[in-house]
């Protein structure tokens, strides 16, 4: 019999086809879609996002785990009304220009929505100008860049600069990620936060934006 805990310990064992007849069933039974994902989906990425940041789960695991809550969601967000969608905020995010590493950066996007961003991946070999053009189509809160080449990682400074330079540098808040990265980085290139991590991320984001 399906339940809020049964769809999450499906999650976190990254089940998608038992998620999805989880969450079906759940849906015939009359629950409230937004508590299968918040106490079923959200409830169950939130272990695995804590498990992963304590060493306890891997790369793999957790983009299936990812992968499984996406199905569900989309079984349930048919039937919710968009304004009602958790949404924290919204976060763009992209790896940076000349730089193809995406594994990293797809998590951090992944851990976001499941802890109820709004994400908008736009992709890798991300030019400054390309950075721009996405804060004013769809006006994020958060900025998120990745960066996996001592080489790339100087195109976050060139980021910031042309979000200045465009008088836009204060719509977002800025945060940088990826395995060069560090704070003492973060701090001299003026971004507004680094995150080692992707469950990092996600706690960065909402302590940002002052949501819990
Ligand atoms: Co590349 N590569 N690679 N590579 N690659 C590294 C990064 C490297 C360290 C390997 C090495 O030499 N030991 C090295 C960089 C050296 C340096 O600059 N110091 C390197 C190199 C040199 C290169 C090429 C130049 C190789 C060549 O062609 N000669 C080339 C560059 C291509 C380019 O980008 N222009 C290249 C290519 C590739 C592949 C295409 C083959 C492939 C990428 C496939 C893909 O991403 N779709 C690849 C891979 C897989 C790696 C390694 C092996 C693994 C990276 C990865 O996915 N890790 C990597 C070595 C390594 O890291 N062990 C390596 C798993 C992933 C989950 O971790 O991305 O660190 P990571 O993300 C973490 C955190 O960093 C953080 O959260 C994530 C999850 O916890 N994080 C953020 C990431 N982004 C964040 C953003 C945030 C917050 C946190 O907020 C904004």
């Known amino acids: 019999m399906a339940n809020f ?3 999450a310990q499906a999650v976190m064992a990254g089940k998608e086809a038992q998620v999805k007849d989880e969450v079906k069933s759940l849906v015939d039974s009359g629950a409230a879609p937004l508590d299968i994902i918040n ?3 959200i409830a169950g990425m939130n272990v695995v996002g ?7 789960m891997f790369v793999p695991e957790v983009l299936m785990a ?4 996406a199905s569900g969601i989309e079984i349930v967000k048919p039937l919710i009304a968009d304004k009602d969608m958790p949404n924290k905020g919204t976060v763009v995010i992209g790896t940076v220009k000349g730089d193809l590493h995406d594994i990293g950066k797809n998590l951090v996007a992944m851990m976001l929505e499941s802890g109820g961003f709004k994400v908008v991946n736009i992709g890798i070999d991300i030019p400054p100008e390309k950075f721009v053009d996405a804060v004013k189509e769809h006006n994020p809160q ?4 990745s960066a996996l080449l001592t080489t790339t990682m100087l195109h976050m400074k060139d980021t910031i600069e042309l ?3 465009e008088g836009i540098r204060e719509k977002a808040k800025v945060i940088v990620g990826g395995a060069p990265i560090s704070q003492d980085f973060s701090d001299e290139i003026g971004a507004d936060g680094f995150a080692p ?3 990092s991320a996600v706690e960065l984001c909402k302590s940002l934006l002052g949501v819990a």
């Open 5 to 7: 805990e049964s769809v």
């Open 142 to 145: 958060i900025v998120a860049m």
């Open 66 to 69: 990812a992968r499984s809550m």
């Open 39 to 41: 106490q079923g989906l």
């Open 163 to 165: 979000f200045k330079e």
């Open 197 to 199: 991590d992707a469950a």
């Open 50 to 56: 804590a498990r992963f940041k304590n060493g306890e």
